[in-house]
């Protein structure tokens, strides 16, 4: 009888109604062979997944269900660990580590790369944020501690709030400024609901830093809304008020 072979690609073959994966088609050995950008984004994930026991062929179909389910691999950024439990067979070690790659992804793009930026647009600093806020479930108030030639020194999270609102106090926002040397702020925070629009509480916060901002003789240049989520919007207090 004529054995019959479908490749779907992504690693995977149907042979005779039986999936089968090569061994030298799996994404552990095809990370270690060819290096992590010549996997798809099935085979990241399946990666990930794989361990423990879980053999290639359950990994990469546990990991195409995931990002069919998602829309994309970016859209996994988003998930909780709740998320993923929703599936059969995902356990509590494995929807954790999915969760905790996600945030180690967004958290190393918070690298000295980013040193010496010009943060002297409203524009540039929200494309600078874009990779940060993918996924980000509360909101996070961070400060820009610029030079004298508004180049970015560093970029501090100064809190992390619940899913519609933070709290940042004058304290925390200058005393990054002052050990930073910095000579002026901008201060950044996500709005998860995708609205960049100021609330009560964001203008009364602008007010207060302002204020603050003349004690300590380090200008507060502006303070920033971004939203979450494509497309890029923002909102600036210094476009505003011009």
């Keep these: 009888m004529n054995q019959i072979t479908l490749n779907l690609g992504d690693g995977f073959a149907f042979k005779n109604d039986l999936l089968t994966i090569a061994c030298s088609e799996q994404p552990q050995v095809r990370l270690e062979t060819f290096g992590a950008s010549a996997l798809s984004d099935t085979e990241l994930v399946a990666t990930i997944l794989q ?5 290639a062929e359950k990994a990469l179909a546990e990991a195409s269900r995931l990002i069919a389910e998602a829309g994309s691999i970016a859209g996994l950024a988003s998930w909780q660990p709740a998320d993923y439990r929703r599936f059969n067979g995902m ?8 969760s905790a790659v996600a945030e180690v992804a967004r958290r190393m ?7 010496n930026v010009l943060c002297d647009r409203a524009d540039a600093i929200a494309a600078l944020f874009w990779p940060l806020l993918p996924g980000l479930q509360v909101e996070k108030f961070w400060v820009l501690c610029l ?25 925390e926002v200058y005393r990054e400024a002052l050990r930073h040397a910095a000579a002026a702020i901008v201060c950044v925070h996500n709005h998860p609901s995708g609205d960049p629009a100021p609330s009560a509480p964001d203008l009364h916060v602008t007010r207060v830093l302002r204020e603050a901002s003349k004690a300590v003789d380090i200008e507060m240049l502006d303070h920033m809304r971004v939203r979450p989520r494509a497309p890029l919007k923002f909102f600036s207090c210094c476009e505003e008020a011009s």
């Design 147 to 171: 030079s004298r030639k508004n180049r970015l020194i560093r970029m501090v999270e100064v809190t992390s709030g619940t899913a519609t609102a933070t709290l940042a106090h004058p304290r």
């Design 109 to 115: 793009m918070r690298n000295p790369a980013t040193s």
């Design 51 to 55: 361990g423990n026991g879980t053999r």
């Design 91 to 98: 356990s509590r070690m494995k929807a954790a580590r999915l």
